[in-house]
């Protein structure tokens, strides 16, 4: 600990030993040492800050005897508990993590964090640093070569995207990157965005905050109404492969309609493949990206594979719309550290990631299987098609919705509603209700608890 880096002012001329005690008087008080902590030994901190060692002993003596440090016999010294009284109390508002009550979370769009593919990930980790020393050099906006290449591989094969390494944009997860399309679409003139009603609420405030009015697109059991496009340049954010939150496929004659739009209006489609890996009936659905490469972006990421705190996402992006995305990338600084972009590319070339997938893939089309099986006991069977990570039961109406909801939350059970947590793009109270439970977010261990407890609050 003799190298412990500490900022203590204790200025200049005669007085510094009563500064010293005021500095650390003041760093244990205001929580910057935390109790326990060892702090340097005299010596090594007297050559520090200027001081005869003689000084700082005395120093430490003193706090000693008044409680503010500890001397413990073969570890030197250490912080000890701050004195009653002297702590500053919490600003008012600021919530205590301590406080908030044990929680059940079947909120949707997580994975099961606890299963996160750790020591393939740290062996890609060590494998990116052992490499050139350039890669740590600043990276290109678009992302690194080997990254980028294998992504194009990846959704080439998997969901079927006519992908170059060089339409390739590496992102910081999808939302980043929808803001930044949103801003490079303003670029063009676009000044408005098709979105599916219901839809994620988180999506539709970033396409307005760049500046682009939503369009409302009903969806029903063929997914989002093409008829509902504006006839004018625009953005046309969807989710073909499993409709969020509904569940639904988008209908091969309607996603041949929304291609044609794109190329009569000059529009341009975000494909958000958000869970294409997983889908428990039957072979993952293709992309449509390749009904109109030169229209579709296809976005995918690695939030509901690995884990949404990773950030890692890309773009398949047509060619009039690359040099406007770089251009905002670069403009905010928007680009992935290379070591995890390096980490990435390990894990797609030599197979790990697909096999973290294919694993995850089994578990979580056993917990769908529960799931829909013990709630269709007491209620109505989820909605859609058997894929995702989440499933929606419907109920009667919105205010039995959201009593059902608030009677979870006072249980300790966190699911979401599509009235309650603002999926409709409009407040009407006779449009459909239901729970969006995310089965996928508990941890292996404790996901009967979660089963049992959600099944006891619908009976």
Wanted: proline residues 8%; aromatic residues 6%.
């Amino acid at each position: 600990m003799s190298g412990l880096d500490l900022h203590l002012d204790v200025g200049e001329g005669r007085g510094r030993g009563r500064a010293l005690e005021a500095a650390l008087r003041d760093a244990v008080r205001s929580g910057r040492l935390a109790p326990g902590t060892r702090l340097p030994g005299t010596r090594s901190l007297a050559a520090d800050l200027g001081l005869s060692r003689g000084t700082v002993v005395q120093a430490f003596g003193q706090l000693v005897a008044e409680g503010w440090l500890v001397g413990v016999a073969g570890s030197g010294t250490v912080v000890g508990a701050v004195p009653v009284g002297s702590a500053p109390s919490e600003p008012e508002g600021r919530p205590d993590p301590a406080a908030a009550p044990p929680g059940i979370d079947l909120r949707p769009g997580r994975p099961d964090l606890g299963a996160f593919p750790r020591a393939p990930w740290a062996g890609a980790v060590r494998r990116a640093l052992a490499g050139s020393a350039a890669s740590l050099d600043y990276v290109e906006p678009g992302g690194l070569p080997p990254l980028r290449a294998a992504v194009a591989e990846y959704v080439g094969r998997t969901p079927g995207v006519r992908a170059s390494p060089d339409a390739v944009i590496v992102t910081a997860g999808f939302t980043q990157a929808l803001a930044l399309l949103a801003r490079a679409a303003q670029r063009l003139g676009i000044r408005c965005a098709g979105v599916e009603d219901p839809s994620f609420a988180r999506h539709r405030e970033v396409l307005g905050a760049a500046g682009l009015t939503t369009v409302p697109l009903p969806v029903d059991d063929a997914g989002a109404d093409p008829a509902a496009l504006p006839e004018a340049a625009a953005l046309a954010l969807l989710t073909p492969a499993h409709q969020y939150p509904y569940g639904v496929v988008l209908a091969p004659a309607r996603r041949a309609a929304v291609a044609e739009w794109a190329r009569r209006c000059a529009g341009f489609v975000v494909e958000d493949d958000y869970d294409g890996e997983f889908r428990y009936d039957r072979q993952p659905v293709g992309a449509m990206q390749p009904l109109a490469p030169d229209r579709v972006v296809f976005a995918g990421s690695v939030s509901k594979t690995l884990a949404p705190g990773m950030r890692l996402g890309w773009l398949v992006v047509p060619r009039a719309l690359r040099a406007p995305l770089h251009a905002e990338m670069a403009a905010f600084g928007a680009w992935v550290p290379a070591v995890d972009q390096l980490a990435l590319a390990d894990l797609l070339t030599r197979g790990e990631y697909d096999r973290h997938v294919r694993r995850m893939r089994l578990v979580y089309r056993a917990r769908r299987q529960e799931l829909g099986a013990r709630l269709a006991a007491v209620g109505a069977p989820p909605v859609g098609v058997a894929a995702g990570l989440h499933a929606l039961f419907p109920l009667g109406s919105a205010q039995r919705e959201r009593a059902t909801v608030e009677a979870a939350e006072r249980a300790g059970v966190h699911v979401h509603g599509l009235h309650a947590d603002g999926y409709w793009h409009g407040t009407a109270p006779e449009r459909p209700s239901g729970l969006v439970v995310g089965y996928a977010t508990p941890a292996g261990h404790a996901w009967r608890g979660a089963l049992d407890a959600l099944t006891e609050l619908l009976r």
